[in-house]
């Protein structure tokens, strides 16, 4: 079955590549933003079955994208990813999850975490997996 392309919001160029060249390797399309603002007005141009976000960027920030996605009815599901889940008391992937992610990994992405996503792809398993994390 065919899905539309993940798509990876980092804005780490090298990181960004690396996840790219991760899910082509399995034969996901992929599109990459450096950005939030990027990644927003993809999200308004095209579909994607996945959208894995950094949680930490420069100017709009993960959190705040998936505000935007959540207010603007954007239901593509969220994986949200830091190299640092927990930082100064703050909880990144459970304030990731609060806000409509279907959970949050650390940097760097496993190929265990790859597999996962892959099966968040097909909607039927969506609240199987929301429900394992």
Known sequence: MHYPPVLVVEDNATTREVLKARFLSKSIPCVEAADGFTAMRLLRQQSFSLVLLD???????????????????????????????????????????????????????????????ESLRVPAMQSALRAAH
Do not use: H
Request: aromatic share 6%; proline share 5%.
């Open 55 to 117: 949680i930490v960027m420069p100017g709009m920030d993960g959190l705040e994208l998936l505000r935007w996605m959540t207010i603007n009815g954007i239901k593509t599901p969220v994986v949200a990813m830091s190299g640092s889940l927990m930082c100064s008391g703050i909880n990144y992937a459970q304030m990731a999850q609060e806000l409509g992610a279907f959970w949050g990994i650390s940097k760097p992405v496993s190929d265990d975490d790859i597999a996962e996503m």
